[in-house]
C-alpha cells in the first residue's frame, strides 16, 4: 500500500524510513549477489579435465574460496546488525513522541465496528462516537486500544504501523496528524466475516475547527423541529433501536452498538460499508444483513412512512 509511503505525521514518517533503508540494503545485495553470480559464471572453468565431478580443487583455489565466503559472512553480518540497530531505533523513536497537552482516545473493536471515546479530565465533557477519529493537527494523541470480543489491529498507514487490539488487554499507540486531511484505516487482523468492512476514518481538522466539532459532539441530541422528525424519534425509543444503541438526551442509553447522539455529522455508515445518505440509511436499517451479512443488527421491517419518519430524525442528529 504506497500510502505508507506518504506519511502525514512524524511517526510514520519514522517507519517509512526504516523501510527506505531496509529496500537500500537489500536491493544493495540483491545486485551483489548478482554481479558475483554473473562474474562466477563468466569465470567459471569449461570443459577443465581437472574439474570431473569428484576431483579436488587446487590447494589455491580452496583458500580463495574460504576467503570469499569469510568476507561474505562478515558483510552480510555487519549488514544485518545495521538493520537489526536500524529497527531498535526506529523503536525507539516512536516511543519518544513528546505528548504533552495530549488529546486521549479510547478506541474499543466490535465485530464489526469501532467505538470511539473522547476522554476528558470532566466527566461531563467525555463523548463518544463511532468509526471516525477526528483529531486536531499538530496535536499528539494518545489512542489507548481494547476489544469487546475477538483480536483486531488499529492501522492508518499514513500515520503510524499496525496496533493490535487484544481482548482483556489494554495497548497505547501515539500519533500525530501534522497535515490536515482524511486518513483511511483498515482492520488489519482477520477478525471474522466482515473484516474487510470493518473501516474507519481519521479526519484530522485545525486546531479550531475541532474544538467546535467537539464542543457540537459534547452537546446532547437535538430536538425534532418537524412532524416527521418527531414521528421517528417516538419509533426510535418505543421499538428495538434503543436496546442497542444511545442517544444522549432521550431515554436511549444502551451501549452494545454505535452511539448515535450525532450520527448525522458522520461520513459513512456501517463502519465504512456505507455512505451516510438518507437513501442508504433507510436501506441500511431496512436490511444491514444485506451489507454486512452477519453483522449483529437485525432487519426491520417497517411501513415505508415508518422508515421514512425514522430516518428524518437521524438525519438532524448532527
Ligand atoms: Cu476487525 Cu478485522
Redesign the pocket.
Known sequence: MNAVLDPAGPQAAHIAELWWVTLAVCALVFVAVLAVLAWGLWRAPRGDPQMVPGARPAPGAEKHLIRWVTAATVISTILLSGLLVASVATDRELAQLPLTDALNVRVR?H??WWEVTYDDPQPERMFATANELRIPVGRPVLVTLDSGDVI??FWVPRLHGKKDLIPGRTATIQLRADKAGEYHGP??????LQ?AF?AFEVIALPPEQFETWAEAQRKPAADPEDAAARRGRELFLSGSCMLCHAIHGTTANARTAPDLTHIASRTRLGAGRLANTPQDLAAWIADPQKFKPGVNMPAHLLPDDDLKALVAYLGMLK
Do not use: L, V
Open positions: 473493536a465485530q464489526w483486531h489491529s482492520c488489519a487482523e482477520y477478525c471474522g473484516h470493518m
